[in-house]
């Protein structure tokens, strides 16, 4: 199938309706391309030209019909994830070529062709956001944590965060990371992670967390074989490096699992700023592609309960708000950084690859 063009143009998040749909999907394609993902680009392209016909049974009347706002809901990536599950296990041997990276010309055939065969299989992966737990984004919570400790907060962190997915960033005090030559973590760590880095060096130093735990609306278990698989199918194909550090993190789960809570992002944070403060330590909410999937009355009461906390933040027992979130026009992940007190206003510290490939510091 021969790519048609496709750009990433601004859009309103909460769109919907049919153009809506069409945008998230052309959106998704131009993010696909620039993210050096064009095997993940080809399936998205072949669903996007499944819109305007009447192939792929009922995955794809849902999805014509999407009654949620599709780019917020990262509709294309829920389809997606579903496919690259089934070529995962086996199970549709057409698809084969597509995840090869032979853009087959026939691609949107045979995605149509797949979505009518295995509909029983692929609807539930319409009913909620993907899981995009990636550990080589942990390397923005271990710099933002160097930088915070250059500003003269306790270098001694507890970590709250919003939307965990697996938990795979709150085992990062068993990571090793090598930030341009700045490392910090244990050095016989079984995940090691260094990300291509431009700019500036972090600031050098180390950091201690004393404390990691997280909530998410539907978390994942990686010591369930079942639910690891689903993680790794929303694992661009391309990106054969993510694979290996999922199973790195299955093995650490396997053996000390980490702290999630069922519970929504704004109820998670009122529980654990209500607890008391701990004189030594710095408190620090963190986040990593979460915030899109976050709806806008739940946005408010967060930013409204940290600045609560943080007008009752002192030097002692600090709190720190870090966040590694899309910028959808640049097709970049940003590193912001704010803290109470002292530093209220949002810092930014660097544009990075969106699975930490590469990082540019500006800090």
Same mark, same amino acid.
């Given at each position: 199938?021969?790519?048609?063009?496709?750009?990433?143009?601004?859009?309103?998040?909460?769109?919907?309706?049919?153009?809506?749909?069409?945008?998230?999907?052309?959106?998704?394609?131009?993010?696909?391309?620039?993210?050096?993902?064009?095997?993940?680009?080809?399936?998205?392209?072949?669903?996007?030209?499944?819109?305007?016909?009447?192939?792929?049974?009922?995955?794809?009347?849902?999805?014509?019909?999407?009654?949620?706002?599709?780019?917020?809901?990262?509709?294309?990536?829920?389809?997606?994830?579903?496919?690259? #599950? *089934? /070529? %995962? =296990?086996?199970?549709?041997?057409?698809? +084969? &070529?597509?995840?090869?990276?032979?853009?087959?010309?026939? !691609?949107?055939?045979?995605?149509?062709?797949?979505?009518?065969?295995?509909?029983?299989?692929?609807?539930?992966?319409?009913?909620?956001?993907?899981?995009?737990?990636?550990?080589?984004?942990?390397?923005?919570?271990?710099?933002?944590?160097?930088?915070?400790?250059?500003?003269?907060?306790?270098?001694?962190?507890?970590?709250?965060?919003?939307?965990?997915?697996?938990?795979?960033?709150?085992?990062?005090?068993?990571?090793?990371?090598?930030?341009?030559?700045?490392?910090?973590?244990?050095?016989?760590? #079984? *995940? /090691? %992670? =260094?990300?291509?880095?431009?700019?500036? +060096? &972090?600031?050098?130093?180390?950091?201690?967390?004393?404390? !990691?735990?997280?909530?998410?609306?539907?978390?994942?278990?990686?010591?369930?074989?079942?639910?690891?698989?689903?993680?790794?199918?929303?694992?661009?194909?391309?990106?054969?490096?993510?694979?290996?550090?999922?199973?790195?993190?299955?093995?650490?789960?396997?053996?000390?699992?980490?702290?999630?809570?069922?519970?929504?992002?704004?109820?998670?944070?009122?529980?654990?700023?209500?607890?008391?403060?701990?004189?030594?330590?710095?408190?620090?909410?963190?986040?990593?592609?979460?915030?899109?999937?976050?709806?806008?009355?739940?946005?408010?009461?967060?930013?409204?309960?940290?600045?609560?906390?943080?007008?009752?933040?002192?030097?002692? !027992?600090?709190?720190?708000?870090?966040?590694?979130?899309?910028?959808?026009?640049?097709?970049?992940?940003?590193?912001?950084?704010?803290?109470?007190?002292?530093?209220?206003?949002?810092?930014?510290?660097?544009?990075?690859?969106?699975?930490?490939?590469?990082?540019?510091?500006?800090?």
């Amino acid at each position: 199938m021969a790519m048609t063009e496709a750009t990433d143009e601004p859009i309103d998040p909460q769109a919907r309706g049919p153009e809506a749909v069409a945008r998230a999907f052309a959106n998704q394609v131009a993010y696909c391309r620039d993210n050096q993902a064009p095997i993940t680009a080809s399936v998205c392209e072949g669903l996007r030209a499944l819109l305007d016909g009447e192939r792929g049974g009922a995955a794809m009347r849902r999805v014509r019909k999407w009654a949620g706002p599709p780019l917020a809901d990262a509709l294309p990536l829920r389809v997606a994830g579903g496919l690259h #599950a *089934l /070529q %995962l =296990a086996g199970a549709e041997p057409a698809l +084969r &070529p597509i995840y090869e990276g032979l853009a087959p010309t026939d !691609a949107a055939g045979r995605i149509a062709d797949a979505l009518e065969r295995h509909e029983a299989f692929l609807l539930p992966w319409l009913d909620g956001p993907p899981q995009t737990n990636e550990a080589g984004r942990s390397w923005g919570f271990a710099a933002a944590m160097l930088w915070l400790a250059s500003k003269g907060l306790p270098p001694r962190f507890a970590l709250h965060e919003l939307g965990s997915s697996a938990g795979i960033n709150l085992m990062m005090d068993r990571y090793r990371f090598d930030l341009g030559g700045v490392t910090a973590g244990p050095e016989d760590a #079984a *995940l /090691q %992670l =260094a990300p291509e880095w431009r700019g500036d +060096r &972090p600031p050098r130093g180390s950091f201690e967390i004393v404390a !990691a735990r997280g909530c998410d609306v539907a978390p994942v278990d990686l010591t369930d074989p079942e639910q690891a698989l689903r993680l790794k199918a929303y694992i661009w194909p391309e990106f054969t490096s993510r694979f290996a550090r999922m199973d790195a993190a299955v093995a650490l789960a396997g053996a000390a699992p980490p702290h999630i809570a069922k519970c929504g992002a704004a109820d998670f944070l009122e529980e654990v700023l209500a607890e008391p403060k701990q004189p030594g330590v710095t408190r620090m909410l963190m986040h990593s592609v979460v915030w899109q999937y976050v709806q806008p009355e739940e946005r408010a009461r967060i930013e409204a309960l940290m600045a609560e906390a943080g007008a009752r933040a002192s030097k002692e !027992a600090p709190l720190a708000w870090v966040s590694l979130e899309a910028d959808r026009d640049t097709h970049r992940h940003e590193l912001a950084v704010r803290y109470w007190p002292g530093g209220e206003q949002w810092q930014n510290l660097a544009t990075a690859h969106p699975h930490g490939a590469w990082v540019e510091w500006t800090g």
